[in-house]
């Protein structure tokens, strides 16, 4: 990981995180997004989001810089069995949305 992507990474969980899951949570995402094909291994960042997801596995709630709100975290696709919720948030943002 380069410099700017730790600064960033640091930078991300201090300011946009507002609360946490728990730990054993956050390792079943962050297993669920190694294995999900739009993850890049070597930044570890979601391609969907452009997340760092080191530090959204952990997030109850954080700030979504791109669309400027608080959001419950969600996998964009759905992946972390909360399909409803990534829905909801893509119907705000006016996008079609995901079926299983």
């Known amino acids: 990981m380069e410099l700017l992507d730790k600064i ?10 507002e ?3 728990k ?3 956050a390792e079943w995402r962050y297993g669920v997004c190694e ?8 930044a570890k960042r979601c391609k969907a989001c452009r997340c760092f ?3 959204k596995t952990k997030s109850k709630m954080n700030f979504n810089p791109v669309k400027m709100r608080f959001e419950i975290t969600h996998c964009p696709m759905g992946k972390w069995n909360d399909l409803e919720i990534t829905n909801e948030y893509r119907k ?3 996008l079609t949305p995901i079926t299983n």
Not at 8 to 17: C, D, E, F, Q, T
């Open 8 to 17: 960033l990474k640091m930078a991300a969980n201090k300011l946009l995180v």
């Open 19 to 21: 609360e946490y899951v």
């Open 23 to 25: 730990k054993e949570v």
């Open 35 to 42: 294995g999900c094909n739009v993850f890049d291994p070597t």
């Open 53 to 55: 997801m080191e530090v």
């Open 92 to 94: 705000i943002d006016g």
